[in-house]
């Protein structure tokens, strides 16, 4: 099982920042993925950016050149860094950690955390 902590969450006027992180711990995997993904209300849980443990990244197009994803491997760390926020970032951030193993891909949940960007 993995576990993750998530913090960083709250409110914000648009075009401020905030910074998300998210700790992962228990049986982790050498090969994985860490990252965000976002759930507005009424729609579905999309996702944001991801990174693996390789150092490559994924962002969803809306968010690049205003978000930044960042790992921490010692700390077993993921960062969500957002500039520039607009109204329509308004949603639950979900962590997400997916780990490798020799047959099975394994996918794990944080509990979530609010951001919300007012106008």
């Known amino acids: 099982q993995v576990q993750l902590v998530e913090s960083g969450g709250g409110l914000v006027q648009a075009g401020g920042s905030l910074r998300l992180s998210c700790v992962a711990s228990?049986?982790?995997?050498?090969?994985?993925?860490m990252g965000w993904y976002r759930q507005a209300p009424g729609k579905e849980r999309t996702l944001v950016a991801t990174?693996?443990?390789?150092?490559?990244?994924n962002y969803v197009d809306s968010v690049k050149g205003r978000f930044t994803i960042a790992r921490d491997n010692a700390k077993n760390t993921v960062y969500l860094q957002m500039n520039s926020l607009k109204p329509e970032d308004t949603a639950v951030y979900y962590c997400?950690?997916?780990?490798?193993?020799?047959?099975?891909?394994?996918?794990?949940w944080g509990q979530g955390t609010q951001v919300t960007v007012s106008s």
């Open positions: 990174m693996m443990h390789t150092g490559t990244q």
């Open positions: 997400n950690y997916e780990g490798w193993g020799a047959v099975v891909k394994y996918d794990y």
């Open positions: 228990g049986s982790l995997f050498s090969r994985n993925s």
